[in-house]
């Protein structure tokens, strides 16, 4: 099993640029998340999903759009890149197991610079 | 939403010195989560603390949740070159899983 997986790992975009970043997991979860992080403010949940099909704003939304047409995949895209979304991005899946929290795995993490 | 906050934000040991990171709380948690982070890499899951005043243990690690589930802390006995990176804790038990982190200690071990 590859567990979470994130592409690209890296990329530099100018101001105003769109782009998306894919997440995929092979675990059959049926919750995925995308986190922001950043020095000093750990990791900030921007959105998520609880099922195909599925979607929900975390505490950090804006800027961000999001899709899960398939069960495996969670994309993470930005409609018109600022430098305030220079960042590394991580995306999290867990399982879904209800009434109580579940451990969440991580995927490698994109490091994105906007200038 | 649930919040909590980390101390201390940085901490510099040498080899074999040992290490507390804390959690705090002003609202009684459901659970709480740490996570490891080495530099350049990315969150990986340590424990998960539930019952009022648990201990657990992990080889050189010790997690404990508050008996009044406010507050949590993570000691490493004798640290060692290998434990550098960052260690987050999380609260959950908010809907779909969702988790709060904290701003994340860290650690950095001097040989």
């Known amino acids: 099993n590859a567990g979470v997986t994130q592409t690209p790992k890296f990329r530099v975009l100018k101001t105003g640029q769109s782009m998306t970043l894919l997440c995929a997991q092979d675990?059959?979860?049926?919750?995925m998340y995308w986190y922001r992080q950043d020095p000093g403010m750990g990791l900030r949940l921007i959105h998520y999903?609880?099922?195909?099909?599925?979607?929900a704003k975390g505490e950090v939304p804006d800027g961000y759009n999001v899709s899960r047409l398939k069960k495996q995949n969670f994309l993470l895209g930005l409609e018109s890149a600022a430098p305030s979304q220079t960042s590394v991005y991580f995306c999290a899946s867990g399982l879904g197991t209800s009434g109580r929290t579940d451990t969440q795995y991580f995927g490698p993490g994109t490091r994105l610079t906007v200038l | 939403g649930q919040q909590v906050m980390q101390i201390p934000q940085y901490q510099h040991v040498q080899e074999g010195e040992d290490f507390t990171t804390y959690c705090n709380s002003s609202?009684?948690?459901?659970?709480i989560q740490w996570y490891k982070q080495r530099p350049g890499g990315h969150p990986v899951f340590l424990i998960q603390?539930?019952?009022?005043?648990e201990v657990k243990k992990q080889k050189r690690l010790t997690f404990q949740f508050g008996e009044a589930k406010k507050n949590s802390s993570l000691h490493i006995t004798a640290t060692q070159t290998t434990d550098v990176g960052t260690y987050f804790c999380a609260c959950g038990g908010t809907s779909y899983g969702k988790l709060t982190f904290g701003q994340g200690t860290i650690l950095t071990v001097h040989p």
């Open positions: 999903s609880v099922g195909e099909g599925t979607t």
């Open positions: 609202t009684t948690l459901s659970n």
């Open positions: 675990m059959n979860h049926e919750y």
């Open positions: 603390l539930v019952k009022s005043g």
